[in-house]
């Protein structure tokens, strides 16, 4: 059963109402690594997308800061050009279809570029100058946002030096109307738990925990932050959520990409260090914790961070590492890791992680959290996947309990955006005889696509002051905490087996033995797009 777009339950008036969100106040906009991927394919558009639904404010400054010397009408046809090359791409999802040449033009009428080297104390006088005056010419106010779109080598650097040059400072009594400055910090933040501990140290010297936004950005998709209202929003959810009825999760976030030329970045990060700490914990979290007291955010993220202390130290025993070799994806032959542009020919970083995972609290007590996440999977597809306990009796003709068929309620996160729940019913006939079927809820059934690259709503929480998608300190090194033993172990021996998958295929056998370890009859969920509709 499938929530068509005619479905006659459908309220347009309903569904398709516009935000009643508000534009934010007066502020300055600074992104450290202005001529980078990030901001010309994300942070820019996502501002774009929210000045063209009006959701800028009014008085607006934007200053893209980077080494590269260009002036600043260059900088705009650069960032021009990248948003016509979303129009008609494919593969650009929710991407921006059309450039409404007028919102542009005034969107660009509040950029500048400011160049300079992140390390020189002399170029962050040269930005204080630039921003003082354009702050006075577009009445910011002193608000101001930096945005840190850089290697996460910059990242105490750069704080440091806004700290010196006096561009971060704020009134100790932080008084309604008084100016404010913050500061966003991508990922990776840190390499370790040692790392992560020591970068926040260093930043909580000069800022204060509320000029923080430790940015996620798989929290800015729309179909993660639904978990909370699927959970907290419906009666007849929280009943069911807990180790009585709930046998296992499974949270499976697969690419098909390979390192896509990033040999360097990924010789010194790997899979685990990528993924797991940040977006696959962030999936985690949302799908266990318990009941904030409000959707204020320090309430939010109160609960995020014991969900984080809760969670069992991993052992080397609950973790499997992959290596991908040459296989086909998506039909076309494809090279191994180790073939690929600056990686080492006997690498050992991995590109797939499997791990199982264990909540020391009362309502999840018992029950195993399997996460895994790779590259040249078979298909794209990120999903938290929870499996139900099976009735206790099979009073069928000819039904057994052992071979019920499951039930699954499947959180799709991408790219089929939606919820599906599989069940039993009576086949039809005189027999008494179960079959499974499935009701499936797909967003652009219900719901009208709009322009998002995934940053529109952090970005305009940052403008707002609210920190309820962002990491605290505590949270991150929590995080760390988790996967330090097993990022440890993995250093001290080098695999014997890489690769251990082929390109294109689910990844390695040893992470089907985490879950036949459990001897409970489990098995991964098929990495493939799900079928909507009709039977499972």
Known sequence: MTAMANHPLRDDATTQQPSSAKPPGPCSVVIFGAGGDLTKRLLVPALYNLAHTGLIPEKFVLIGADIAKRSADDWKNSLHKTLESFIGDPNAEDQIKKIDENTWNKFAGHLSYVQGDFTDAAFYQALKQELESLESQHGTGGNRLFYLAVADRFFGTIVEHLGEAGLVHEKDDAAIDAPWCRVVIEKPFGHSYASAQALNTQILGILKERQIYRIDHFLGKETVQNIMALRFGNGMFEPIWNRDRIDHVQITVAETVGVEGRGKFYEQTGALRDMVPNHVFQLLAMVTIEPPIGFKPEAIRDKKYELFAAIETLTETDAVRGQYGPGTVAGKQVI???????????????????????????????????????????????????????????????????????????LRIQPDEGISLQFEVKRPGQAMHLAPVKMDFRYRDWFAPEPN?????????????????????????????????????????????????????????????????DDAGRRWRDVALPKTGGRS
Not at 357 to 372: D, E, H, S, T
Not at 384 to 406: E, N, V, Y
């Open 453 to 517: 690259v995934g940053y529109e709503t952090l970005l305009y929480d940052c403008m707002i002051g609210d920190q309820t998608l962002f990491q605290r300190a505590d949270m991150v090194e929590e995080t760390w905490r988790v996967v330090q033993q097993v990022l440890d172990r993995w250093a001290a021996t080098k695999p014997s087996d890489f690769p251990n998958y082929a390109s294109g295929s689910p990844g390695p056998d040893a992470a089907d033995r985490l879950l036949s370890d």
């Open 336 to 410: 191994g890791y180790r073939d690929e542009p600056d990686v080492a020919k006997d690498s050992a970083i991995e590109t797939y992680v499997a791990m199982r995972l264990k909540i020391n609290n009362w309502r999840w007590a018992g029950v195993p959290f399997y996460i895994r996440t790779g590259k040249h999977m078979p298909q794209r597809m990120s999903e938290i996947a929870i499996r139900f306990k099976k009735a206790p009796l099979a009073a069928f003709q000819g039904t057994s309990l052992d071979t019920m068929p499951p039930n699954w309620l499947v």
